[in-house]
């Protein structure tokens, strides 16, 4: 992982939004949140967001895989959490 490269972005919009299919707990996006934490935490002008999947085992059904990981309206939504426009 590039974790200099993450902690430039950071550094440029004080913002940090990651997002994964994985599971909540244990996940690289878990990783990246304590690498930011060591690394960039004083560049942070807001907590970091993680959009993952859901903490369920996932469903075989399309619909209810649907459901069960991040969408496009989830990214959305943390964004404008993360920036004040809500």
Request: aromatic share 6%; no cysteine; glycine share 4%.
């Amino acid at each position: 992982m590039d974790t200099d490269l993450i902690v430039g972005s950071v550094q440029k919009t004080n913002r940090l939004v990651s997002v994964e299919e994985g599971w909540p707990t244990s996940g690289i996006d878990a990783e990246i949140a304590a690498l930011m934490m060591e690394h960039a935490f004083d560049y942070l002008d807001a907590p970091l967001i993680r959009v993952t999947a859901k903490d369920i085992p996932l469903p075989y059904a399309a619909n209810l895989e649907k459901l069960a990981l991040p969408q496009v309206e989830d990214i959305v939504n943390a964004v404008e959490k993360i920036t004040y426009n809500q």
